[in-house]
Structures are given as C-alpha cells and as structure tokens.
C-alpha cells in the first residue's frame, strides 16, 4: 500500500511505521498505523492499526495516541478526563472503554 504525505507531517513519522491511512482534520493530522510491539519472535507483529493525531506544539513534532478505534484528539480527551472522573470518584469504569 502505497504512503500518502501529508504536508507537515515529518517523514521521521512514516519511515519506520507503516502508516495506513492519514486524514487532516481541524489543523490536526490523523494517522492510522500498525505498530511493532518490540518482542522478539511475536508472530502477530505488526500489531493495528491504531490511530495517533500529530501536530506541532512549540515548534516540537508531537504524537497522541488514540486509540484503535478512530476519534477526534477532543473526543478522545473527553474521553480520557471523563474516565479519570469515575476512577476518581469510585465508580470504576461505567464508561465506554473502547
């Protein structure tokens, strides 16, 4: 499967990943890709696709991982916050944990 570059995306970011998919949503670059879990003789690498979001922060390349189900980094940061809440609170993970 051929990789598509997305303009600001380093190529740092798809040389040793295999990327699958990249979408571009609200300033935001969403890439798709399957991921090598770093055991030696794992029959099953690469493991994914799971989604990262990357973008520049203070001139730095970051990458937030998402999660193998795609949403947006606010979706998965409401997520995230809602999840800390419950743990919080003792009610333990009546959210969807997906």
């Keep these: 499967m051929e990789k598509e570059i997305v303009k600001g995306v380093p190529t740092e970011a798809l040389r040793k990943r295999y990327v699958v998919e990249i979408m571009k949503i609200e300033g935001i670059t969403y890439l798709s890709r399957m991921v090598s ?9 690469p493991h994914g696709p799971y989604w990262y979001a990357a973008f520049k922060r ?5 990458e937030v ?15 995230k916050r809602r ?16």
Aim: charged share 45%; glycine share 14%.
């Design 37 to 45: 879990c770093g055991k030696k003789g794992c029959s099953a690498c």
């Design 58 to 62: 203070k001139g730095r390349y970051r």
């Design 65 to 79: 991982y998402i999660g193998k189900r795609f949403m947006t980094l606010t979706e998965s940061n409401e997520n």
């Design 83 to 98: 999840r800390r809440e419950s743990e919080k609170d003792g009610r333990g993970d009546e959210t969807d944990s997906e």
